[in-house]
């Protein structure tokens, strides 16, 4: 499961070429800013690389041809998170590579003057921020795929976004309250750049963070293994 999902993402051309501007725009921004200002286009990959994970099996009709072997749905589930999670490292991997090649190889004594200061650690840093960051986002992206057709996982997501956010405006201090506490178990802000220095590794909001990626992946698998499938196309 996970090798077929990155030969799917990997497969697609235009899949490519979004991951290749995306890794490009990235190289630019970190030459320019460094590695600590970390992956800021990692979270659109993340979302190239994770939308319609499921639903696009069911609506093509693959899924049922694969789960008429033996296999059972949660492999087929956590299969794809893991190959969302493969694809992701994969990415951040390469962006990382070619970004460090360029500045620290290509870039003549002189251009290195107009670049910030980079190191391998920092940049390794900064890739593990991106890729624990996209671990959760993949997570409620698998969850919503497993319901809703096409790619409106991706319009969950924003309105998962927006439900925990926008209300936290309100003058009703009982709501902010509700909706900061929502916020911080169902999307937890996690300062992955100091855990992953072995500060705060066993802090309140890294539990948070383990707490809401199981709660997404076993939402994901109760509603996944207790849908009916349509067959053929929706």
């Given amino acids: 499961m996970i090798r077929r999902f990155v030969r799917q993402r990997y497969g697609s051309v235009g ?3 979004a991951l290749s501007v995306l890794a490009m725009l990235e190289l630019l921004s970190m030459a320019a800013r460094g590695a600590e200002a970390g992956f800021s286009m990692a979270t659109w ?11 696009r099996d ?12 033996p296999i059972r749905r949660t492999h087929y589930l956590f299969g794809r998170y893991l190959g969302i ?23 003549s004594q002189a251009a290195r003057g107009a670049v910030a200061d980079f190191s391998a650690s920092a940049l390794a840093v900064s890739a593990g921020q991106a890729f624990f960051s996209g671990a959760l986002q993949g997570a409620i992206l698998l969850f919503f795929s497993t ?6 996982d991706l319009l969950g997501l924003l309105l998962l976004y927006l439900a925990l956010n926008l209300p936290g405006a309100s ?10 506490t929502a916020r911080e178990n169902m999307l937890p802000s996690v300062a ?15 539990g948070r963070w ?25």
């Fill in 58 to 69: 069911v609506s093509s009709g693959a899924l049922q041809m694969i789960l008429s072997r």
């Fill in 85 to 107: 999670l493969a694809s992701y490292a994969l990415f951040l991997a390469v962006t990382s590579v070619l970004t460090l090649f360029v500045v620290q190889v290509v870039a």
């Fill in 15 to 17: 899949l490519v070429v």
């Fill in 210 to 234: 383990v707490f809401a990626l199981t709660v997404y992946l076993a939402l994901a698998a109760i509603v996944f293994s207790r849908r009916e499938l349509p067959y053929g196309q929706d």
């Fill in 147 to 152: 319901f809703l057709p096409g790619i409106a």
């Fill in 192 to 206: 992955w750049n100091e855990v992953l220095r072995g500060q705060g590794v066993l802090g309140a909001v890294t």
């Fill in 45 to 55: 990959a993340i979302l190239v690389i994770a939308a319609g994970s499921v639903s």
């Fill in 171 to 180: 003058k009703e201090e009982w709501l902010r309250n509700a909706v900061q």
